[in-house]
């Protein structure tokens, strides 16, 4: 069974920089073909894709308005998915998701967000001063 689980959110300053992380346990672990990444909601506001990854080919997604400024990494020796986030803006708080799911690519998994059978319970990220 696939479990998810994300650490790393909490309060920053605007400006600031955050490192999640996300755990993965169960059948991800195995080096088969998976899409991870990185997805947020803030209250009253649609989930975005913030970043995804492929194992494959490890080809990068990343949101627009994070380009440049987040990077997802794997650390495959410790079946750890991690979103450096450096530049925070002043933003509502909002609860970041780590989801995975078999094939696809990056970009169509963060961007449809279809078919995702499996979601972490979330971290709350807070930027404010």
């Known amino acids: 069974q696939v479990q998810l689980v994300e650490s790393g959110g909490g309060l920053v300053q605007p400006g600031g920089s955050l490192r999640l992380s996300c755990a993965t346990s169960?059948?991800?672990?195995?080096?088969?073909?998976?899409?991870i990444g990185w997805f947020r909601q803030a209250p009253g506001k649609e989930r975005e894709g913030v970043s995804c990854i492929s194992s494959r080919d490890g080809n990068e997604y990343y949101e627009d308005s994070v380009k440049g400024r987040f990077t997802i990494a794997r650390d495959n020796a410790k079946n750890t998915v991690y979103l450096q986030m450096n530049s925070l803006p002043p933003d509502a708080p909002a609860v970041y998701y780590c989801?995975?799911?078999?094939?696809?690519?990056?970009?169509?998994?963060?961007?449809?967000?279809?078919?995702?059978?499996?979601w972490g319970h979330g971290t709350l990220v807070t930027v404010s001063s």
């Open positions: 989801a995975a799911r078999w094939h696809g690519t990056g970009q169509a998994m963060c961007t449809a967000q279809l078919n995702i059978p499996f």
């Open positions: 169960g059948f991800l672990t195995d080096p088969d073909f998976y899409v």
